[in-house]
């Protein structure tokens, strides 16, 4: 029997804007967040914890799962509505691995397991039936699965260009957005490493380039965390170095061509940040990290500080973070100047 948790609501205020928080039973580490829309929002994170609401966050159901999924980690989450739902975890060889739900979280069943035991899962997008899946490099090669049947077949990208630098390099779990796919099929790669940060960008043709990236790099814990993109030609990659926090130095780069190029902002975010997205109704960028969100209202040139929370991954108008924490952006309140 699933347990309900009740979305009592808190308010964190800063700089004219806040978040909606929930104060749900769950302590569980949150890494994936999706908004299927309609009220529907799913999340996931540590220790097989999959929640789900459908009255636009007042209340959130605790969904039962598989015995062999309660250790693993659900760092992405996407669903289609109430019902159908799938998760991605991460983890080394076969903790990596997908699961399926058609009906709200009562039933699950494994779609894909990570058949390299030297690999680990780092982002599933959908676009579509198209479904993608980043792995960290596996023999000096980045690991990109395709499938083209809503996730129940998959087969490997074995493009050269997707050689990781010889130094080390990788891609991060931290929010499930170092992948991202635009609606003309373009799909971009962030990384990051000892190797240096770079995002991959392959064009509608299918062909693999690569740019160096201007954010905090040639750390294993620094390098581009998410991208996203309002458009086909606007995007923003945020990240910069986990273990500095509060050092928004190198955080946040943006591009208005499509990917090509990438500059770094002028004044970038007030520290790390692990998720970002673009929302219509604020008519802005949101960047969150662990110790806060920001704003820019110039497609990544300056930010401005909204809250200090934890946050580590977003589907607008919601964010997760850790200790079970689900907030939602306040779009009512005043803009901010």
């Known amino acids: 029997m699933r347990h309900l948790l009740l979305g009592l609501l808190t308010t964190v205020t800063l700089a004219q804007a806040q978040w909606n928080l929930a104060l749900t039973e769950s302590r569980a580490s949150l890494r994936g ?144 957005s170092s992948l991202a796919i635009l609606s003309d099929g373009t799909i971009f790669i962030g990384t990051g490493g000892l190797g240096g940060a770079r995002i991959f960008r392959r064009d509608k043709s299918g062909r693999w380039s690569a740019v160096r990236a201007p954010l905090t790099t040639h ?43 990438w500059h770094a902002a002028q004044n970038p975010p007030s520290g790390y940040r692990s998720g970002v997205a673009w929302s219509q109704k604020v008519n802005g960028w949101i960047a969150i990290g662990a110790n806060g969100s920001d704003i820019s209202r110039d497609d990544g040139r300056t930010w401005k500080r909204l809250d200090a929370g934890n946050w580590n991954a ?6 997760v973070g850790p200790n079970g924490r689900i907030g939602s952006l306040d779009i009512a309140s005043p803009p901010v100047r």
Request: glycine share 14%.
């Open 33 to 176: 967040v999706y908004n299927a829309g309609g009220g529907v929002i799913w999340a996931s994170g540590a220790n097989g914890t999959v929640l789900r609401s459908e009255d636009d966050g007042y209340m959130w159901q605790n969904c039962k799962v598989l015995p062999e999924m309660a250790k693993l980690d659900f760092r992405a989450v996407v669903a289609w509505d109430a019902n159908h739902a799938q998760v991605m975890s991460s983890g080394t060889g076969s903790a990596s691995r997908l699961y399926e739900t058609a009906d709200g979280g009562a039933t699950w069943h494994l779609l894909f397991a990570n058949p390299d035991p030297k690999g680990f899962w780092d982002a599933l997008v959908f676009q579509g039936t198209h479904a993608y899946i980043l792995g960290d490099p596996v023999d000096g090669r980045f690991v990109l699965y395709h499938s083209n049947d809503g996730g129940r077949h998959w087969q490997p990208d074995n493009s050269p260009e997707l050689a990781a630098a010889s130094e080390g390099e990788g891609a991060f779990a931290a929010s499930n």
């Open 314 to 319: 977003l589907s607008l108008p919601w964010a």
């Open 219 to 261: 750390k294993e814990s620094a390098g581009v965390f998410s991208l996203s993109f309002r458009d086909t030609t606007h995007g923003i990659a945020v990240g910069g170095d986990y273990e500095k926090s509060d050092d928004g130095t190198g955080a946040a780069a943006s591009t208005s061509d499509g990917g090509l190029t």
